[in-house]
């Protein structure tokens, strides 16, 4: 990706970023818009520090993962007001119910934004947002990430059947039931594989596993038509689940710079009041 203007992209990011973020007391339902271009800033500041070793880049990972946890917050409550800290302000933020934005996606990137940035409170609260209100958006979303988000909620609340959810998250990956089949192929199901070698204890086959996700990752955005999105300087569900592989023991034997060293070892971690 071209860096020659990174710098002066990465301030009309922020720029952008800012204006929405300060519009939400006022108009709640800006999350979803915030949460896109809060994660493509945490994405972008990657571009110049593949390591996220600046606090920037961390700054802006928690503003996002801030962002992310806000909608479900906000959608679960369906009247009054909601209080979140949104980058270093407490903000009240009004009760939004469902919304065209709280969808699978959403819940998915909020997640794995917690887990890297090892918010265990709120990782908790998105395994305790119903599936039910994900579907409630008024889009038709694959089984596939239901199924996913349910195996991922049951690991983390200590659930039953975790087995048999990540199985039918993986059936429903397969080519004839999927609308995108290169995206699912390359995004979705990897880092799936990756969960099942970490629930196993299988340290080989769990680097075996990010080696491919991370191979896949880079194909599939590395085609002419994406080469230069920001959505690709960060393999996120992958990320989220090395640092899930990290915390538990597991050896991590794959670097790259898909993967910001210093979110996987914590080093930001406790900076300041998140």
Not at 49 to 72: E, K, Y
Not at 192 to 201: L, V
């Amino acid at each position: 990706m071209p860096t020659g203007n990174a710098d002066e992209g990465l301030a009309v990011l922020q720029e952008n970023a800012q204006e929405l973020l300060d519009g939400l007391e006022e108009d709640s339902t800006g999350l979803g818009d915030a949460l896109s271009t809060t994660v493509t800033l945490a994405q972008a500041h990657c571009l110049m520090d593949p390591r996220a070793a600046i606090f920037p880049t961390w700054d802006a990972w928690v503003t996002a993962m801030q962002v992310g946890s806000a909608v479900f917050a906000t959608a679960t409550a369906t009247e009054g007001n909601v209080q979140c800290r949104i980058a270093h302000k407490d903000r009240t933020l009004r009760a939004t119910g469902p919304q065209w934005y709280v969808h699978p996606g959403a819940w998915l990137t909020a997640f794995y934004l917690a887990v890297a940035c090892r918010e265990k409170d709120r990782i908790t609260a998105l395994c305790r947002i119903p599936l039910s209100l994900l579907r409630e958006n008024g889009e038709q979303f694959e089984e596939h990430e239901y199924a996913w988000i349910d195996t991922l909620q049951t690991y983390w609340l200590g659930g039953q059947d975790l087995v048999a959810k990540l199985v039918s998250a993986v059936d429903g990956t397969e080519p004839e039931a999927v609308f995108d089949r290169e995206a699912v192929s390359k995004l979705v199901y990897p880092p799936m594989e990756m969960f099942h070698r970490f629930i196993r204890k299988d340290h080989e086959g769990f680097n075996r596993a990010l080696a491919q996700a991370l191979e896949l990752h880079k194909q599939y955005w590395s085609e002419e038509d994406r080469a230069v999105s920001i959505a690709g300087l960060v393999a996120l569900a992958p990320l989220a689940m090395v640092c899930l592989a990290h915390d538990a023991g597991i050896p991590i034997e794959v670097e790259s710079e898909y993967l910001p060293a210093v979110l996987i070892k914590r080093n930001w971690c406790g900076e300041f009041p998140t």
